[in-house]
C-alpha cells in the first residue's frame, strides 16, 4: 500500500507570490489534514478535508486555502506568500488508526 | 482547546542507554499518537494507543487515560533513534490532534 505522497519536496518563492503544495492520501483514505511546522510554533492545524468538503479549519488567514479532489488528493495555496510562511507543510491521511503523514513540503519564501 | 506538554524537551544518551519520554494532556483523550520526526522531515508513526498499553520492538508506550499522561519508553537506544519524538492527543469532541512541542533526542556512539 503506498503512503502519503506530497509534492513537491521543496520550493522556493519569492514574497507575494502564490504556492499550491498537492498531497495524495492512502488509497482508500477519504480524510486528508494539513499541518504547518515552524521552529516558533511547532505543529500547528491548518485544516481537513472530508469527501471533497472542509470539515474543519484551524486558526490561519484566508490567505491559505485547499481543495480536494474526487479521487481524495488534496491541494492546499497560500496566496500572497510572507516571510513567515516559510515552514514544512505536512499533510496526513488518516483512518480508524490515526494518522499517517506525508515526507512534507518544505518551503522558503524569499 | 487541550494542552498537551511533553518533557523533558531535549535528551542526550549515549548508544545503549533507555530513557522514558512523557506526555501531559489537560483533557479527556479520544485518541493519542506518538510520532518520531527524523532529520528530514518526515513523521512516522510509532503507536496509537488512546489507553493502555503496547510494545514494538525496542519501543513501547502506556497511556493512563484518567490520569491524564501517557509515556514513551525506548530501550537500548541506538543513533537511528535520533530526532524529535511528538505526541499529538485529540480530545473532547474534536479528532483533531493537537501536537506538543516535542522532545529532542540525540543518541551518541
Known amino acids: 500500500k503506498a503512503g502519503v505522497t506530497q509534492t513537491p519536496r521543496y520550493l522556493i518563492k519569492t514574497r507575494g507570490q502564490q504556492v499550491t503544495l498537492s498531497c495524495s492520501p492512502i488509497?482508500?483514505?477519504?480524510?486528508v489534514s494539513w499541518y504547518q511546522q515552524t521552529p516558533g510554533q511547532g505543529l500547528q492545524f491548518l485544516f481537513e478535508?472530508?469527501?471533497?468538503?472542509?470539515?474543519n479549519k484551524g486558526n490561519f488567514p484566508g490567505r491559505f486555502s485547499g481543495r480536494q479532489f474526487s479521487n481524495s488528493r488534496s491541494e492546499m495555496n497560500v496566496s500572497t506568500l510572507e516571510l513567515g510562511d516559510s515552514a514544512l507543510y505536512l499533510c496526513?491521511?488518516?483512518?480508524?488508526?490515526?494518522?499517517?503523514f506525508g515526507s512534507g513540503t518544505r518551503l522558503t519564501v524569499v | 482547546g487541550i494542552q498537551v506538554e511533553q518533557s523533558p524537551p531535549d535528551l542526550i544518551l549515549q548508544e545503549g542507554a533507555n530513557s522514558t519520554l512523557r506526555c501531559n494532556f489537560s483533557?479527556?483523550?479520544?485518541?493519542l499518537q506518538w510520532f518520531h520526526q527524523n532529520p528530514w522531515g518526515q513523521l512516522i508513526n510509532l503507536f496509537y494507543?488512546?489507553?493502555g498499553t503496547k510494545q514494538n520492538g525496542r519501543l513501547s508506550a502506556t497511556t493512563v487515560a484518567t490520569e491524564r499522561y501517557s509515556l514513551l519508553y525506548i530501550s537500548s537506544s541506538q543513533t537511528t533513534d535520533s530526532g524529535v519524538y511528538f505526541c499529538?492527543?485529540?480530545?473532547?469532541?474534536?479528532?483533531?490532534?493537537?501536537f506538543g512541542r516535542g522532545t529532542s533526542l540525540i543518541v551518541h556512539p
Open positions: 483533557d479527556s483523550v479520544n485518541n
Open positions: 499529538a492527543v485529540a480530545s473532547g469532541g474534536s479528532y483533531i490532534p493537537t
Open positions: 496526513a491521511s488518516s483512518s480508524s488508526y490515526g494518522y499517517t
Open positions: 488509497s482508500g483514505h477519504r480524510s
Open positions: 478535508y472530508f469527501s471533497e468538503t472542509q470539515r
Open positions: 494507543i488512546p489507553s
